[in-house]
């Protein structure tokens, strides 16, 4: 009897087609990790720039003083003044105080965000931090409540910018 050729796969070509199908997964799933991390952390920073818009709203309303704020809160019924309670009105939501990557402390406190309390009431044009005067690109307002980005923390400067990258230094400066 003749043999004729079999339309389908043999076991060897499927077990080949599937290494490759594991192997292209081992590598695309960290990457899509990653990827994931870094949209995250992309969506924070855009949070700490539309709560540095809301900030300059607030300054515009208050002659140019920042407001005097808690740290933090330890749970949404405290009732002492915070950054989402205090900023909420200017800056549309309270999603914006929300990091994608916080898995606990939005839903606890009502934000991913402390305020540097060093800078209460201060005038914006008069700020100091650790010896860093006249540079708003240097002094930090508002940052994570925790390290949960592959780049570490994000900070809101008091220029409005926001950066994955802490621009300060603290210690003795030399002369």
Not at 8 to 22: H, M, N, R, S
Not at 50 to 78: E, W
Not at 124 to 146: Q, T
Request: glycine share 8%.
């Amino acid at each position: 009897m003749k043999r004729t050729p079999s339309n389908g796969f043999t076991l060897t070509e499927l077990l080949v087609v599937i290494v490759i199908i594991a192997t292209l997964g081992g590598i695309a799933y960290p990457v899509s990790l990653s990827m994931i991390a870094k949209s995250r952390e992309a969506t924070c920073l855009g949070n700490l720039r539309q709560i540095g818009a809301g900030l300059q709203a607030y300054l515009s309303d208050n002659n140019q003083r920042l407001p005097i704020l808690a740290l933090g809160r330890d749970s949404k019924s405290s009732a002492e003044p915070v950054l989402e309670t205090v900023l909420l009105p200017y800056c549309g939501g309270e999603d914006v105080f929300r990091c994608p990557a916080d898995k606990e402390q939005f839903a606890k406190t009502g934000s991913s965000y402390n305020w540097n309390i060093t800078q209460d009431g201060l005038h914006i044009a008069k700020l100091s931090f650790y010896g860093i005067e006249d540079r708003p690109d240097l002094i930090p307002l508002v940052s994570d409540k925790e390290s949960w980005h592959p780049s570490g923390t994000n900070f809101l400067y008091a220029d409005s910018s926001s950066s994955n990258k802490a621009r300060f230094a603290t210690g003795n400066k030399k002369d």
